[in-house]
């Protein structure tokens, strides 16, 4: 069979990976294009990892999303390194190159600027500082994006600080870091508040993080999508805020993977986001 008639062959790589979102929504865009190929979940062991990742192109597998415990991992696997996968110190996109090597990239900060654009088009970055709560994966993502895109100033608290000061000093000094018991105070004259933790997440504590900061003018973000609408998102359109939800990253960052993978850049609307949630 020749190369060009093979099926593609995509898929989300971890463990677990049950409960990935990622499956649903590349089977929509796929049907929606009627576009040739599969997109499937793939639950692998960190034992695994490395021989999975050798093995997949030779069953035509032209890419994988990755997730947890490995976006960290396939870097060292990978053959060409984007300089924000680099700096993020994690991959989410992997493309199988037609030379035979393997190039990591990360899509998280461009899919959550993306989703910010999209829902609130009225942010602007140079409007003032970022609060940002974590200090995870998801927020070294959120603060890279957020530093390119202009933001003159981060505020960032995380329940264990020591992940606050590395990240202050990996990303410099518009990077300001508070103590997780000062994450209110943090808040006052904010332009944008992003919570990256999972508080506040079906099954998950509430994030219970004092809101008195917020003016109507604050822009709030949870990148939470299950459920759609966190309390945090509640309460800060109570006060009067633009809020911004967890979904439409999801979308965003998927788009650029789909679009090597398959040879058609997705739309991401809400056709893309009703997909996703009738699951």
């Given at each position: 069979m020749a190369e060009q008639d093979r099926i593609p062959l995509a898929g989300v790589i971890g463990s677990p990976v049950a409960h990935s979102l990622s499956p649903v929504l590349?089977?929509?865009?796929?049907?929606?294009?009627?576009?040739?190929g599969h997109y499937v979940p793939l639950d692998v062991t960190q034992a695994d990892l490395a021989?999975?990742?050798?093995?997949?192109?030779?069953?035509?597998?032209?890419?994988?999303?990755?997730?947890?415990?490995?976006?960290?991992?396939?870097?060292?696997?990978?053959d060409i390194v984007t300089d924000r996968a680099s700096l993020i110190g994690a991959a989410n996109t992997l493309i199988y190159r037609q030379d035979g090597k393997l190039h990591a990239d990360n899509t998280d900060g461009y899919g959550f600027i993306a989703n910010l654009r999209q829902q609130a088009p009225h942010w602007h970055p140079a409007t003032g500082p970022a609060a940002v709560l974590g200090a995870g994966g998801a927020a070294r993502a959120v603060l890279a994006a957020l530093l390119e895109a202009g933001v003159p100033e981060i505020r960032i608290a995380?329940?264990?600080?020591?992940r606050?000061?590395?990240?202050?000093?990996?990303?410099?000094?518009?990077?300001t870091v508070y103590d997780w018991v000062e994450a209110g105070?943090?808040?006052?004259?904010?332009a944008t508040l992003v919570n990256t933790t999972a508080l506040g997440m079906t099954g998950k504590p509430e994030l219970r993080v004092p809101l008195d900061g917020l003016t109507r003018d604050t822009i709030v973000c949870d990148l939470v999508y299950a459920p759609l609408q966190t309390?945090?998102?509640?309460?800060?359109?109570?006060?009067?805020?633009?809020?911004?939800?967890?979904?439409?990253?999801?979308?965003?960052q998927a788009a650029p993977g789909f679009?090597?993978?398959?040879?058609?850049?997705p739309d991401v609307d809400d056709l893309a986001r009703r997909a996703l949630l009738k699951g």
């Open positions: 590349h089977a929509h865009w796929l049907a929606r294009y009627g576009l040739p021989e999975a990742i050798r093995f997949l192109p030779r069953l035509g597998f032209v890419g994988l999303n990755v997730t947890i415990p490995h976006k960290e991992t396939v870097l060292k696997l990978a995380n329940r264990t600080r020591a606050s000061d590395l990240m202050r000093i990996e990303f410099g000094a518009r990077v105070a943090m808040l006052e004259g904010a309390g945090l998102l509640e309460e800060a359109a109570a006060r009067g805020c633009s809020t911004v939800d967890g979904l439409g990253m999801l979308v965003h679009e090597r993978w398959f040879g058609h850049r």
